[in-house]
């Protein structure tokens, strides 16, 4: 299947501080790319769909000035988390679609710690 | 509101012995459903996946059911494994490149 590589895979950040997560499709140029949120013990909560080229649309409740989504080209899309707080602390999952398939491909995932 | 969800929150097998993870979905549009692994600390891997208009597709050691009257789906997995202990989430969409909705997912432990 297509690789989608997501980095880092761990960051430790001070509280007020900005941080930015990458996700790029390595073999395969991706129309949409999705951007995740998960808790320890729960599900993935989709925070905001991003296409090359225009605007992310951010899902309900999730503030787009804080959750920055830039999507610059066909194999990379940005998360920055801007000002980080304690409560920010989260693992962050990306996915790339390929726009010929529904099948979503997912990266390793990025453990935020804020402290 | 639409929903996808599990009705167990664990689920522990003897190894060697079928698995059977369920899932209820609400939400009647949705056309296209996939089973997710998630191992500790990594992206969820895709298993297997199923179109509204199928009601059994198989892979390999698994199987999944989708039982569109009762809105149901389930995973069955064949003479699991301790590799398969993991986090399993089952997702849905309504079609084509649109957003998936996760269940809540369900923790399979496989006793040696």
């Known amino acids: 299947g297509a690789v989608v590589s997501q980095h880092p895979s761990r960051v430790i950040c001070k509280s007020g501080t900005s941080v930015k997560i990458e996700c790029r499709s390595l073999?395969?140029?991706?129309?949409?790319m999705f951007w995740y949120r998960q808790f320890p013990k729960q599900s993935l909560m989709l925070m905001a769909t991003s296409n090359e080229g225009s605007k992310a649309t951010y899902e309900q409740g999730v503030e787009k000035d804080k959750f920055l989504i830039n999507h610059a080209s066909l194999t990379l899309s940005t998360l920055t988390v801007t000002s980080a707080h304690p409560e920010d602390s989260s693992f962050y999952i990306c996915?790339?679609?390929?726009?010929?398939?529904?099948?979503?491909?997912f990266g390793q995932g990025t453990r935020l710690t804020v402290v | 509101g639409e929903s996808v969800g599990l009705h167990l929150p664990t689920l522990s097998v003897q190894e060697g012995d079928n698995s059977i993870i369920n899932c209820a979905y609400s939400?009647?549009?949705?056309?296209?459903f996939i089973w997710y692994k998630q191992e500790s600390g990594k992206g969820p891997q895709f298993i297997i996946d199923?179109?509204?208009?199928?009601d059994k597709r198989q892979g390999q050691r698994v199987t999944v059911l989708l039982n569109k009257t009762v809105k149901h789906l389930s995973l069955q997995i064949a003479a699991t494994q301790p590799g398969d202990s993991a986090v399993y989430f089952c997702?849905?969409?309504?079609?084509?490149?649109?957003?998936?909705?996760f269940g809540k997912g369900i923790t399979l432990s496989v006793r040696p």
């Open positions: 199923i179109r509204s208009n199928m």
């Open positions: 939400n009647s549009a949705s056309d296209y």
């Open positions: 073999d395969f140029q991706a129309t949409t």
């Open positions: 997702a849905e969409s309504r079609g084509a490149n649109s957003k998936l909705t």
């Open positions: 996915s790339a679609e390929t726009g010929k398939a529904t099948e979503a491909f």
